[in-house]
């Protein structure tokens, strides 16, 4: 039995520095001590030994076990510390060689032209508000005097979560939302920017869009009138897009305005002479406006007899477009660094 043990310790020492790398090492420790191991099988036989053996027996292999289990000990240190050696030669960072240039990313554009809206406005006296882009139908549509029925409430053009939960389409909801936490009924100045989501996928039209929606209600005693909508929108227009951009008003229809009008814009590319882009026209279509329908102060808590005001809004994806000269919509989306960097260089000139 002793020779025995004794011949596991040699072929065990033999085994050990033969091992190359680590896990040879972990596989050859199951094999030397592991449950199937030879030294295991001495240890279960002991009970087939006299009493006087058993002591001694079991006392070489444990011996053997503990030689084993240092000199395993002993070479996991050699290898892992030859190891990590190797990995640090192989990842050696030669501090001399030429940096590779990083690509540094810039303000995307959408947020440039949000920031500006928002400075232009708070600048003529008006709040920022903002609201859920997750809106019931009630907000979205009804208190906006959108009628059942009415195509901005088809199923095609908007995305409904559930019967009454239906991504926004508008911003203008939030000028619902505005009127009716306004509880003292006090005259308004405000402006929203933010996403909004329709089923629309072209050139110039994305399912995923931003809108700016400005509404301000006064007391009737003040006049407010379409003269004030008209040159407040000037002002905004001129200041993103160029002091001799003009404005043209065209009668329209929206059901939260009355009268309501589209407002166009001279063409950014032309400036006004005619282009394939304005269709030769030297006009592009750009807001929507008009004097908040009284029916709509109504439904929000506002007198008609003692309040008037307007409202207006605007895309302000294709405001960026005109602005920086974007011919397609979907590059504000393709995170493309080489696109995005230009307009670093554009507030610069």
Same mark, same amino acid.
């Given at each position: ?32 001590? %592991? ?19 058993? @002591? ?20 996991? #240190? ?5 190891? =990590? ?12 060689? @030429? ?18 809206? +928002?400075?232009?406005?708070?600048? =003529?006296?008006?709040?920022? *508000? ?20 009415? @195509?901005?409430?088809? /199923? ?19 000028? #619902? ?25 072209? #050139?110039?039209?994305?399912? +995923?869009?931003? +809108? ?27 200041? /993103? ?13 929206? @059901? ?31 807001? %929507? ?47 493309? *660094? ?12």
């Amino acid at each position: 039995m002793k020779e025995k043990i004794e011949e596991i310790r040699k072929v065990a020492k033999e085994k050990i520095e033969e091992i190359q790398n680590l896990q040879e090492l972990q596989d050859l420790k199951v094999k030397l001590l %592991g449950k199937k191991s030879e030294l295991s099988n001495l240890l279960k036989g002991l009970g087939t030994l006299s009493q006087e053996e058993r @002591p001694k027996v079991g006392s070489l292999v444990n011996e053997a076990r503990n030689e084993i289990e240092q000199k395993i000990q002993s070479a996991e #240190a050699i290898l892992k510390e030859k190891a =990590m050696a190797q990995k640090l030669e192989k990842e050696k960072i030669d501090i001399t060689a @030429p940096s590779t240039k990083i690509t540094r990313g810039s303000k995307h554009p959408i947020n440039r032209v949000i920031e500006e809206i +928002q400075d232009i406005f708070v600048s =003529m006296g008006y709040d920022v *508000v903002e609201g859920p882009e997750l809106e019931t139908d009630e907000f979205c549509f009804e208190r906006l005097n959108l009628p059942q029925g009415h @195509p901005a409430r088809d /199923m095609q053009d908007s995305f409904y979560i559930t019967e009454e939960y239906l991504l926004r389409t508008q911003t203008s909801a939030v000028q #619902a939302r505005t009127m009716i936490a306004n509880e003292e009924k006090s005259p308004i100045r405000m402006i929203c920017t933010g996403k909004t989501y329709r089923r629309e996928d072209d #050139a110039t039209h994305s399912h +995923q869009f931003n +809108q700016v929606e400005g509404l301000v209600i006064d007391y009737k005693e003040k006049n407010t009138s379409l003269a004030d909508l008209k040159g407040t929108l000037e002002v905004f227009m001129r200041k /993103m897009l160029g002091p001799n951009t003009q404005l043209r008003f065209r009668p329209s229809y929206f @059901p939260f305005t009355e009268p309501s009008y589209e407002v166009d814009v001279t063409c950014f590319k032309c400036g006004g002479k005619g282009c394939p882009l304005c269709k030769k026209t030297g006009w592009i279509e750009l807001l %929507g406006s008009g004097m908040v329908h009284p029916r709509v102060l109504e439904m929000n808590g506002y007198d008609p007899e003692k309040y008037s005001g307007f409202a207006f809004g605007t895309g302000i994806d294709r405001l960026a477009m005109f602005k920086y000269g974007i011919t397609d919509m979907r590059y504000l989306y393709t995170n493309d *660094v080489r696109f995005l960097s230009q307009f670093d260089r554009k507030d610069e000139n």
